[in-house]
């Protein structure tokens, strides 16, 4: 069954580094969303990806953040200089993008730690 | 008021009994409404997606959606250990809208 799949399982970085988060969503999804998910608290929506361009983002994603879909099977989450509050498990989740239909389906995520 | 509440747990019942799950919503513009499992540091798996109200059922689970009373529910019969998860529902205004999730709650079912 296809899935979504997330590199690195774990990534731990010093405050101030800039961090890649990869995803691969599912082969024929079209769209692409980026969580994340603070220990403890719900999951919250960063941003989605629709055709090569931003299609919605929360106020958490700033100019921190950037997003890209560097090739046809990428996706890929940008954290410029890292915050101690940006630890969290970073999940990323695609939908098929069909009328009506738009179940969205996680990849196991990121743990990333910030010291 | 928060857009999505959930009742926040843990719950435990003894296998093979019915377990409801239950969250409210604020926004009235949200229109597809989801139930997900997460184990213990791993993805939200999808469960059942139902769009605007009514029931649907998917083998021991159901779930039910009144949007009148901006309620949804998700019940399981006959729980099993393998069910003992974290369980979020999750909703969105359009398909392929962002997904408003509720804080989860913990269920574990004992043998």
């Known amino acids: 069954e296809p899935e979504v799949t997330q590199t690195p399982s774990h990534q731990v970085t010093q405050m101030g580094q800039e961090v890649i988060l990869r995803c691969v969503p599912i082969s024929n999804h079209l769209y692409f969303y980026w969580y994340r998910q603070i220990l403890g608290q719900k999951v919250e929506f960063l941003v989605s990806?629709?055709?090569?361009?931003?299609?919605?983002k929360s106020e958490i994603f700033d100019d921190q953040f950037s997003v890209e879909r560097p090739d046809g099977s990428n996706f890929t989450l940008k954290i410029r200089s890292t915050k101690l509050e940006d630890s969290a498990m970073y999940f990323c989740a695609s939908s098929e993008g069909l009328a009506g239909i738009g179940t969205q389906y996680f990849g196991p995520g990121t743990r990333l730690l910030v010291l | 008021q928060k857009e999505v509440e959930q009742d926040p747990g843990p719950l435990s019942v003894p296998e093979g009994a019915i377990v409801s799950l239950n969250c409210t919503y604020s926004?009235?513009?949200?229109?597809?409404f989801m139930w997900y499992r997460q184990y213990s540091r791993k993805g939200p798996e999808l469960l059942m997606y139902t769009y605007s109200s009514g029931n649907k059922e998917d083998g021991r689970f159901t779930a039910q959606v009144d949007k009148s009373s901006k309620y949804i529910s998700l019940f399981i019969r006959d729980s099993q250990p393998s069910d003992s998860a974290t369980y979020l529902c999750?909703?969105?205004?359009?398909?392929?809208?962002?997904?408003?999730f509720g804080k989860g709650i913990t269920l574990s079912v004992r043998p």
């Open positions: 990806f629709y055709n090569n361009e931003i299609s919605e």
């Open positions: 926004n009235s513009a949200f229109q597809y």
């Open positions: 999750a909703m969105s205004e359009g398909a392929n809208s962002k997904l408003t």
